[in-house]
């Protein structure tokens, strides 16, 4: 079973629709979670991080944990074309340094 | 503020030749990580350092690869006699903490021929 894992997709969604994307980890002791963002041929964004049970909002973004399902999620809201990319989730322990990265959900939106 | 810098961006060797990659952290950071991306695959960690010290390495090859963060100057990461397989991006990634976020550079393009 890998560590961190997600689907792989492709998700495709229209212009303007909601795109969730999951993930889930396999280590209790995971405490920090974020989501990155990678267009094709580029280097990993960050666009959230979340820490707490709960959800947490930013713009048209919102994460959601839920540490005793061991699973994260991402919404997208009012979904744009130039949302379409490869979305990474990555976990890691308090002070542990390293993340650990699933494979990636790739994310289309379709005009 | 500027970001996390890598150089170069794009570097091609041939096989048995020896890779240099450089990675400056975002100013404030004194956290470095190195991670690899093969070709349609997720990003692997490789070795977390701080200022003269190696803290993870438990990502790294066995052989061949080593990483550094000296006192003064940039993060290197080495990889002598390099090997087709060996082709892949190489992303360095700073923070302030070891449990802050992570900011990413623009990455290495390794290509041995």
């Known amino acids: 079973q890998k560590e961190v894992e997600q689907n792989s997709g492709p998700l495709s969604v229209p212009e303007g629709a909601i795109a969730s994307l999951n993930c889930t980890y396999s280590d209790r002791v995971s405490q920090s979670f974020f989501w990155y963002r990678q267009y094709s041929g580029k280097s990993p964004e960050l666009i959230m991080s979340i820490y707490s049970n709960g959800d947490k909002e930013d713009g048209r973004f919102t994460a959601q944990l839920n540490k005793a399902s061991q699973y994260v999620s991402l919404l997208i809201r009012d979904s744009q074309p130039s949302d379409s990319a490869t979305y990474l989730c990555a976990v890691k322990d308090t002070n542990a340094g390293k993340s650990t990265f699933g494979d990636g959900t790739t994310l289309t939106v379709k005009p | 503020n500027a970001g996390v810098m890598q150089n170069p961006r794009h570097l091609v060797r041939r096989r048995g030749q020896e890779a240099r990659l450089r990675c400056s952290p975002m100013k404030g950071h004194s956290h470095v990580y190195w991670y690899r991306q093969l070709p349609e695959e997720g990003l692997k960690f490789m070795v977390y350092?701080?200022?003269?010290?190696?803290?993870?390495e438990s990502g790294m090859p066995k052989e061949r690869f080593s990483a550094e963060f000296p006192k003064e100057g940039p993060s290197i990461l080495r990889i002598q006699q390099v090997v087709r397989g060996d082709s892949a991006a190489y992303f360095c990634?700073?923070?302030?903490?070891?449990?802050?976020?992570?900011?990413f550079g623009p990455g290495t393009r390794l290509t041995v021929t």
């Open positions: 350092l701080q200022k003269e010290n190696i803290i993870d």
């Open positions: 990634a700073s923070s302030q903490h070891p449990d802050s976020e992570q900011y």
